[in-house]
Each structure stands twice: as C-alpha cells, then as structure tokens.
C-alpha cells in the first residue's frame, strides 16, 4: 500500500476546509438534491436544461467535498517553533544579492501557498533552498534561471 503523502495546512487553513465542508453536507448537498427534485417534477428529462444544471451542480459539490475530505484525512498542521534553521513554518527575512532586495517569506503547505502574501511553498526552489539553513548563510536557489540570497533573520 503507498504511503500517503502529508498535507501542510496552517492552522487557518485547516479551520476553513472544515467550515466548508460543513457548509457543502449541510447546506449545499441539500439545496442542489431539492432543485434536481423540482426539475425531475417538470416532466420530460432528456430535454430539461434545469435538471441537468442541477445535476452538473451535484457532481461539482460531490467532487468538492471528496476532495476536501481527503485533504482533513491527511494534514498536518505547521507548528511555528523558533528555530535556528529554517523550516516549515518558519518566517525567513532574506536579501537577493542580484540588485538587494530584501523580502519576508512565510514557509508553507502547498495549498497555502500565496506568493503574493509572502508564502511560498515547502515544495517552491526558495524554500528547498532554505530549508535547513541558518542564518548569515547564502544560498543558491536552483531556479529557470539561478540567484543568490542571504538569510537575514528566521522567526
């Protein structure tokens, strides 16, 4: 049998999968099944537009829920713990040492992941590269096209 792989979730991310699922069993999956009733009551199936709108509807939410009970059947959650090497969870201030630019990233699950934010992916070049490191040490980032960064700070 494989070993299933662990999914990183914050602890915020974790609380919002559960909220949706709860949301998709209890008020979701009951909506779509009374609008397929009311469809079904219209007469002639093959040429129902609504009933088979509903039914799209249906496997979307049936898909959604599958998807996400997988995800709370294998997470894990990332604990922040201070620490002298950078890890998942960890808070890294770095400097590029191309044109000095220094930037706060967040290490996190895959499915946390906003770049845009700050958080990058445990799975992301930059935090393979950091992983493991401590502070003061340069790093090479194995990227399209390689850079160097400096760790200024880990929280």
């Known amino acids: 049998m494989a070993k299933k792989e662990k999914i990183y979730l914050t602890q915020e991310s974790y609380a919002q999968y559960t909220e949706r699922l ?3 069993q209890e008020v979701a ?21 609504e009933y ?7 496997a979307a939410i049936e898909n959604e829920i599958l998807e996400i009970q997988h995800i709370l059947e294998n997470y894990e ?5 201070s ?25 996190v699950g895959s499915l946390d992941a906003d770049p845009f934010s700050g ?10 590269a950091l992983i493991g490191r401590k502070v003061e040490d ?10 160097k960064i400096k760790i200024l700070s880990i929280k």
């Open 22 to 24: 709860k949301f998709l």
């Open 29 to 49: 999956r009951p909506q779509v099944i009374e609008e397929i009733k009311e469809a079904r009551n219209q007469g002639d199936l093959s040429e129902n537009a």
């Open 52 to 58: 088979d709108s509903a039914r799209d509807k249906q």
């Open 77 to 81: 959650i990332i604990k922040a713990a």
């Open 83 to 107: 620490s002298a090497t950078v890890h998942l969870g960890s808070t890294v201030d770095i400097i590029s040492l191309n044109d000095d630019k220094i930037s706060k990233i967040i290490i």
């Open 119 to 128: 958080k990058i992916s445990n799975t992301s070049p930059l935090a393979r």
């Open 138 to 147: 340069v790093v090479e980032v194995e990227a399209p096209k390689k850079y």
